[in-house]
T-cell receptor, first 113, second 116 residues
Framework: AQSVAQPEDQVNVAEGNPLTVKCTYS??????LFWYVQYPNRGLQFLLK??????LVKGSYGFEAEFNKSQTSFHLKKPSALVSDSALYFC???????????FGKGNQVVVIP | GAGVSQSPRYKVAKRGQDVALRCDPI?????LFWYQQALGQGPEFLTY????????KSGLPSDRFFAERPEGSVSTLKIQRTQQEDSAVYLC??????????????FGSGTQLSVL
C-alpha cells in the first residue's frame, strides 16, 4: 500500500524568503507524485506532479518540486514566498499499479509579511 | 459545468439519520472519486468509479456507506444511520481518463457533514 509522510504540521516563513515543504513517500511500484493546495472553504487545487523524466518539476504559481528516488522524497519549494501562498499543502502518491491517490496529513504554510 | 460541483455545502444530521451527498463531476470525465477528510487530516480514499462501474470500494468504512453513479456522470454518496464519527468533509474529485495514473484530479469544494 502507498503512503505519504509530511513531518511538519506548520511551516512559518517570512515573505520573500525561500519556502520548503517536506514530503516522503512509500510505494511498492513506480510512484506518481503530486502536490495539491487547499485554501479555506475551497477544494484542493493541483500544483504539480512527477511521473517520469526530469527530477525537478515546475508547477503553478512559481512552485517546483524535486523528486529524489534514493531518499523517497518529493519536497515542494518556492524561491520567494508570498503572503498569498499561505494555505494548506498536501503531498500525494499513487502507486502506478492502482487508481487510488494517498494523501499526507497536510502542512499549514504561514507566510509572514 | 466549469468545475466539480458538490451539494449540499453543509449538512447537519441527527445521529441515526440517513444522508445523501451529491457530486456533479466535470462533463465528460470518466473517473470519479470520493474522499473523506477529517478535521486536521488529509483526504482518505473511499471509492472509485470508472464511468458507471464502481471499480474500488475498499475505502468505505462500513456497510452503512454506499455510493453509486448509475449513468456515469452524477454520483451520490449515501450514509445510512449516521454516527458521530461520520462527521467530516466529503470530497468528490474527477479526472478525464479512465485510468487515472498520472492524471491530476479536479476536486469539488466538499460537503461538510456534522452528525449531532
Amino acid at each position: 500500500a502507498q503512503s505519504v509522510a509530511q513531518p511538519e504540521d506548520q511551516v512559518n516563513v517570512a515573505e520573500g524568503n525561500p519556502l520548503t515543504v517536506k514530503c516522503t513517500y512509500s510505494v511498492s511500484g513506480n510512484p506518481y507524485l503530486f502536490w495539491y493546495v487547499q485554501y479555506p472553504n475551497r477544494g484542493l487545487q493541483f500544483l504539480l506532479k512527477y511521473i517520469t523524466g526530469d527530477n525537478l518539476v515546475k508547477g503553478s504559481y512559481g512552485f517546483e518540486a524535486e523528486f529524489n528516488k534514493s531518499q523517497t522524497s518529493f519536497h515542494l519549494k518556492k524561491p520567494s514566498a508570498l503572503v498569498s501562498d499561505s494555505a494548506l499543502y498536501f503531498c500525494a502518491v499513487r502507486d502506478g499499479g492502482n487508481n487510488r491517490l494517498a494523501f499526507g496529513k497536510g502542512n499549514q504554510v504561514v507566510v509572514i509579511p | 459545468g466549469a468545475g466539480v460541483s458538490q451539494s449540499p455545502r453543509y449538512k447537519v444530521a441527527k445521529r441515526g439519520q440517513d444522508v445523501a451527498l451529491r457530486c456533479d463531476p466535470i462533463s465528460g470525465h470518466v473517473s470519479l472519486f470520493w474522499y473523506q477528510q477529517a478535521l486536521g487530516q488529509g483526504p482518505e480514499f473511499l471509492t472509485y468509479f470508472q464511468n458507471e462501474a464502481q471499480l474500488d470500494k475498499s475505502g468505505l468504512p462500513s456497510d452503512r456507506f454506499f455510493a453509486e453513479r448509475p449513468e456515469g456522470s452524477v454520483s451520490t454518496l449515501k450514509i445510512q444511520r449516521t454516527q458521530q464519527e461520520d462527521s467530516a468533509v466529503y470530497l468528490c474529485a474527477s479526472s478525464a481518463m479512465g485510468t487515472p495514473g498520472g492524471e491530476k484530479l479536479f476536486f469539488g469544494s466538499g460537503t461538510q457533514l456534522s452528525v449531532l
